[in-house]
């Protein structure tokens, strides 16, 4: 059974950075995209960035470009969000998805994720 687990969330304030952890398990595919989606109260979720495991492309939300960076540590199967320079807009929950046929990794969609995570909440704010 697929699982993914998020953790990291926290409270920053405005410019300081924090870094999101996601553990999955249950896998029997090689090949996958990994994504990060937020979604702040009252509006719909969207695409930070994604990870594809075959070749280790990265995509990025043009929102996030330069602040953000994803990565994977494969040994334990976990992967990253550092998170930089962060806004107030960056505020919402976090969550961590896989796309087990990773055919279209853009634009970041959540209708193309199969397996989510429970989330976690960021909070920016002074």
């Known amino acids: 059974q697929v699982q993914l687990v998020e953790s990291g969330g926290d409270l920053v304030q405005p410019g300081g950075s924090l870094r999101l952890s996601c553990a999955a398990s249950?896998?029997?595919?090689?090949?996958?995209?990994i994504g990060w989606f937020r979604q702040a109260p009252g509006k719909e979720r969207e695409g930070v960035s994604c990870l594809l495991t075959a070749n280790g492309a990265t995509y990025y939300a043009d929102s996030v470009k330069g602040r953000f960076t994803i990565s994977r540590d494969s040994a334990t199967n976990t992967v990253y969000l550092e998170m930089s320079s962060l806004k107030p807009e960056d505020t919402g929950v976090y969550y961590c998805?896989?796309?087990?046929?990773?055919?279209?990794?853009?634009?970041?969609?959540?209708?193309?994720?199969?397996?989510w995570g429970q989330g976690t909440q960021v909070t920016v704010s002074s």
């Open positions: 998805a896989v796309d087990i046929l990773a055919l279209n990794p853009t634009p970041i969609r959540p209708s193309t994720y199969d397996y």
């Open positions: 249950g896998f029997i595919l090689d090949y996958y995209a």
